[in-house]
Structures are given as structure tokens and as C-alpha cells.
């Protein structure tokens, strides 16, 4: 048997190769050029999935970029480097210190860093640089939209009534109640001037291409980055039935309830619906995502000499939760009783994988991420295993509010911290993963990956 901490050592670089793979894969300029096609004047968009439109650069006399998102600048920097001096200008919002070491690969595009996950003074006036933008356009202009992950607090557009602390206040209350990202996003799409196709709406008459590093569970357009340039189905008594459902209708600002009040009442125009003839001239194109992910760690696990299963890239729910799921699932492995959804056993040495984006409902005041979490919970799950590493990581780089991407755990983590006093299950009660793993070396720092495609679990049986 290989001893723990060569095991350990071991399993760790083979997870850190599949980690890089799968992260190069959805690298947002390369996602971005790989979208776009200039010659001879004529720009030509198309999807991973065989779609394609041409726009002739003669037929407009500017060409914009605007958008949102912790990819934001390397996604401007590829357009910037497609289009040369036919694009004209604009400005997209990133996270803070997701900016590019180069500023001038963007170009005349201005990168503004603002808050996320809690919005922030940057996110409002960069917003409203956007907004006046798009309120002087015409036919005569073509407006490339870059969409990635975080879109929804950075670029902060609140409707009149609603200030910035408001809205601080209702991210803090949704993202402590647990709220999925879909039901974060149907408050959002109704309480902001852009959001839920409002900004292909206040773009209109100019055509409008959205590229779109996707970080929401099954892609669907309308909740990335809480769906700016797609119709928006949802409705003002929908982002009342998600405060009810949680609980927290009285905990939210008073100027936001007023508002969704009073769309309630159709005293207040509801966000474009399908149908809605502005999208005539929007092409929305979805240029990465969870699965192109993935889908390139299983093929270098594979290289790597394991039999890569991809589970699937829809799961959520409560990071513990899952955490507990994930210990089970290598177990099942390593006794024989794992079946392949081709209907055999999935032998050793195994990698499964599967992508998503759990939730984290707080009960204590500890520090930490959803990744993090899902990782503490699996390690207290997997105590006594042996040749188990589960690797749980968020894409972006930064789990929660922490420098860490995420954590590994296995079956040795919760025996080394008792040898440093550290009570894994209170760590876990006390939402403080990322002090339970930190002075453990087991955090996954990755640094700003400056893509977003949700989070990843690896977990390596029979190493």
C-alpha cells in the first residue's frame, strides 16, 4: 500500500493536471476568437454549436462593446484583437483585480473593476456609463454585449427608488437564506433598468451580438448574468413567490418591496417578454460553459490512465449536501458497486466527475466558499477511506469571499487536523472551512482565472 502522504502528493498533481485542462478549455479569449471571423468587412458570429450570422461593418458607423462579467477582460481583449481599429470603443465591468496585466490589449474598450458578489459604487457608475452609451445608439451601430459570471452585481443598474445600499442589502439576504442563483436573478431582473432583456431594449434599434461564457446551471440565456439581451420569462409575481418561499419578504429593503409591490399591482411595466419584436435583431451565442470543461478534465484523466466518467453538470443544493454525496459516490468505486451509466461497473483507478453550483445556507459567522464547504463535509464523510481525493473548485478562482478556488479532501484530512486541534465538524457547523483547510495546505489557489464556467468536482478512486 502507498503510504498517506505519498498517496496524497501523488493524487494531488494528477488532479492539479486535470484542473488546468479543464480551465484552458474555457479560457475566454480563446472561447471569444473562436466565435468570431473577420474578412474583407464582414464579421461573421458563430456557436459551438454550428450557428452562424454575418454582420457587413459597412452597414454601421460604429461598432460598441459593452458588458459584465469576472471574464470581462480577456473577452475584450479577443474582440479588441479581432476587430483592429473597426472597433470604436465602449467600456465592460469586471470583478476587482480581474483586470489584464496588458490594459492596452483591450484596446479603446474601457475595463472598470467594481464589486462582486456584493455590488459596489464602481458597479453603479460604470453602469450608468453604459446606459448612456446605449441610450445614444442608432440602426447605424452594431453593439457586441460580453457576458460572463458575476455580470449581475457588477453592473449595477438600479431602477429610481432603489439605491446601492439597498441592493448590498438584498444580495447579503438572498445569499445567506440559501437562494439559488435562478432566484436571485428573477429579483435582480426586476429591480434593475438592464437586466431581463432591458438592455437589448434600451440598445434597440441597433442589432446586438452577446457572447456568453456561461456559469448557470444548463445555460439557459435568461439567467446568466440575469439575462440582459434575452427575453425575460419571469414576472414580477415570480420574484415575489422566491421571497416568500425563503421567508425573507420582510428582511429586504423597504424600497425594493415597495417596488415589486407595485409591479404586482401593474403599476410598473414588466420586463420584455418572449415575442417581444427587439429581439429580432439580438443573436445571442453561448461561447463556453460548464461542459466543455467538464469534458476536458475526463480526457486527461483519461491520458492519464483513469476511466473518466462525467455524471452530469446540473447539480445543486446544499454544498454539505453534496459534499456527503460525492464521499458516497467514491465509495460505491472503491466496493465494487458504482455502475457507469452505460450499464457496467466503473472500475479503477475511476474519475468521476460532475460540475454545478451548490448553495450554502449560513449558520455561523465562519469564513469560507460553497467549494470549501462541499469539501469538509466530503472529508468528514470519507474518515478511514483510503486512495480517495475529491477536489472541489470554483473556475473562477475565488470560492466565496476567499483567495481560494476551492479544497481537496480525503480520507487522511480529518485526522491531520485533529493533530492540530482542529474539529472538523465544528469548523463545518461554523461555516469556517476555509480556516479548517488553510493551515492544512489543502486549499486549492489557483489566483483569478478571469473565466467562469460554475464549479467542478473531481473525485480520483484508486489512485
Known amino acids: 500500500m502507498t503510504a498517506p502522504n505519498e498517496q496524497m502528493s501523488k493524487s494531488r498533481e494528477l488532479a492539479w493536471r486535470m484542473i488546468r485542462a479543464a480551465l484552458r478549455a474555457v479560457d475566454p479569449a480563446e472561447a471569444v476568437r473562436n466565435s468570431l ?48 481599429n473597426r472597433l470604436t470603443g465602449g467600456m465592460v465591468l469586471v470583478k476587482h483585480e480581474h483586470t489584464l496585466d496588458d490594459p492596452t490589449a483591450t484596446g479603446p474598450i474601457e475595463i472598470i473593476e467594481a464589486g462582486h458578489p456584493l455590488p459596489d459604487e464602481a458597479g453603479l457608475q460604470g453602469a450608468r456609463k453604459i446606459t448612456d452609451l446605449l441610450q445614444s445608439t442608432t440602426a447605424r451601430d452594431l453593439i457586441l454585449c460580453l457576458i460572463s459570471g458575476g455580470g449581475s452585481a457588477l453592473v449595477t443598474a438600479p431602477v429610481m427608488g432603489v439605491s446601492l445600499a439597498d441592493l448590498q442589502a438584498l444580495t447579503q439576504v438572498l445569499l445567506g437564506c440559501g437562494a439559488t442563483i435562478n432566484d436571485i436573478n428573477t429579483i ?17 434599434p441597433a442589432p446586438v451580438v452577446s457572447l456568453i461564457l456561461s456559469d448557470v446551471v444548463g445555460d439557459p440565456l435568461d439567467v446568466i448574468a440575469s439575462g440582459p439581451t434575452v427575453p425575460d420569462p419571469t414576472t414580477f409575481h415570480d420574484a415575489w413567490s422566491v421571497l416568500a418561499r425563503y421567508g425573507v419578504a420582510d428582511d429586504i429593503p423597504v424600497s425594493i418591496r415597495d417596488h415589486l409591490s407595485a409591479g404586482l399591482a401593474g403599476q410598473v411595466s414588466d420586463t420584455p417578454k418572449p415575442g417581444d419584436p427587439i429581439f429580432d ?47 458516497g459516490l467514491a465509495k460505491g468505486v472503491i466496493c465494487g458497486e458504482a455502475m457507469h451509466p452505460a450499464g457496467k461497473l466503473i472500475s479503477k483507478p475511476a474519475c468521476l466527475i460532475f460540475g454545478g453550483e451548490t448553495t450554502v445556507t449560513l449558520r455561523g459567522n465562519g469564513r469560507g466558499g460553497r467549494n470549501q464547504e462541499m469539501a469538509l463535509a466530503a472529508a468528514l464523510a470519507l474518515t478511514g477511506w483510503e ?20 479544497a481537496f479532501a480525503d480520507g487522511f484530512t480529518v485526522a491531520r487536523a485533529a493533530r492540530l486541534g482542529l474539529d472538523a465538524a465544528d469548523f463545518l457547523a461554523r461555516n469556517d472551512a476555509y480556516h479548517f483547510f ?26
Open 188 to 204: 435582480r431582473k426586476h429591480i434593475s433598468q438592464l437586466k431581463g432583456g432591458q438592455l437589448a431594449r434600451l440598445a434597440a
Open 281 to 327: 435583431r439580438v443573436q445571442n451565442v453561448i461561447v463556453g460553459s460548464n461542459r466543455l470543461a467538464a469534458w476536458a478534465a475526463a480526457e486527461t484523466a483519461e491520458l492519464l490512465g483513469f476511466n473518466p466518467v462525467v455524471l452530469s453538470t446540473f447539480i445543486e443544493g446544499e454544498a454539505r449536501e453534496v459534499g456527503q454525496m460525492a464521499a
Open 387 to 406: 486512495d480517495i481525493l475529491i477536489a472541489c473548485l470554483a473556475t473562477d478562482g475565488a470560492d466565496g469571499p476567499t483567495d481560494a478556488a476551492g
Open 438 to 463: 488553510e493551515p492544512l495546505g489543502d486549499l486549492i489557489i489557483t489566483g483569478p482565472t478571469r473565466t467562469n464556467v460554475n464549479d467542478l468536482t473531481l473525485i480520483l478512486v484508486g489512485v
Open 37 to 84: 471571423d473577420l474578412t474583407h468587412n464582414r464579421l461573421t458570429v458563430s456557436a459551438p454549436q454550428g450557428t452562424e450570422q454575418t454582420y457587413h461593418l459597412t452597414d454601421y458607423d460604429r461598432v460598441l462593446v459593452v458588458g459584465g462579467g469576472k471574464a470581462g477582460a480577456p473577452m475584450a481583449a479577443a474582440v479588441a484583437s479581432v476587430l483592429g
